[in-house]
Nanobody, 111 residues
Framework: QVQLVESGGGLVQAGGSLRLSCAAS????????MAWYRQGPGKQRELVAR???????DYADSVKGRFTIFRDRAKNTVYLQMDSLKPEDTAVYYC?????WGQGIQVTVSS
């Protein structure tokens, strides 16, 4: 069964950091782009960061300079390092790869 499983979410104060992990199983995702999306309360799901199979990455303007996406191909895992978190980063974060979504994980940033 092909699946993506997120971990690492939780509650953090503004200015703090969290690292999300997305462990993929059932398929080798090393040749696929992988990405993180988020959906805040009352908002549409949006792309946060994307990592191509070639190693390039790009980010939403709202997180540039604060978030970093990277992956460990040997572990078939993609990460999202989130620093200088703001209350507006509060959302359910989803991992995506090859048209497959993870179940989502809550990140809450308190002011």
């Amino acid at each position: 069964q092909v699946q993506l499983v997120e971990s690492g979410g939780g509650l953090v104060q503004a200015g703090g950091s969290l690292r999300l992990s997305c462990a993929a199983s059932g398929r080798d995702f090393s040749t696929y782009p992988m990405a993180w999306y988020r959906q805040g309360p009352g908002k549409q799901r949006e792309l946060v960061a994307r990592h191509t199979s070639g190693g390039a990455s790009d980010y939403a303007d709202s997180v540039k300079g604060r978030f970093t996406i990277f992956r460990d191909r040997a572990k078939n895992t993609v990460y999202l390092q989130m620093d200088s978190l703001k209350p507006e980063d509060t959302a359910v974060y989803y991992c995506w790869a090859a048209s497959i979504w993870g179940q989502g994980i809550q990140v809450t940033v308190s002011s």
